[in-house]
């Protein structure tokens, strides 16, 4: 993604078992995700940063921004 500003590339990898054959498609909708993921995460360290760049309020959104990676259900 290319903002101008920023140059950013979201990263996502997903593995198999032997044994889980014929469900390639899935483990590529699953990467997709994570990087997706990946992406919107850069994404908000870059507008924490710019908002305290021209003094923005952080307490606006007060959650984390550490890399902490959400679990699916199964």
Same mark, same amino acid.
């Given at each position: 993604?290319?903002? +101008?500003?920023?140059?950013?590339?979201? %990263?996502?990898?997903? !593995?198999?078992?032997?044994?889980?054959? #014929?469900?390639?498609?899935?483990?590529?909708?699953?990467?997709?995700?994570?990087?997706?993921? +990946?992406?919107?995460?850069?994404?908000? %360290?870059?507008?924490? !940063?710019?908002?305290?760049?021209?003094? #923005?309020?952080?307490?606006?959104?007060?959650?984390?921004?550490?890399?902490?990676?959400?679990?699916?259900?199964?």
């Amino acid at each position: 993604m290319d903002t +101008d500003t920023n140059k950013l590339t979201g %990263r996502g990898t997903v !593995g198999s078992a032997p044994r889980d054959t #014929g469900i390639a498609e899935i483990g590529a909708e699953l990467a997709a995700a994570r990087a997706m993921e +990946d992406l919107a995460l850069q994404l908000k %360290r870059a507008a924490y !940063g710019d908002k305290e760049t021209v003094g #923005g309020d952080r307490d606006l959104d007060t959650r984390q921004v550490t890399g902490v990676r959400p679990t699916l259900g199964t």
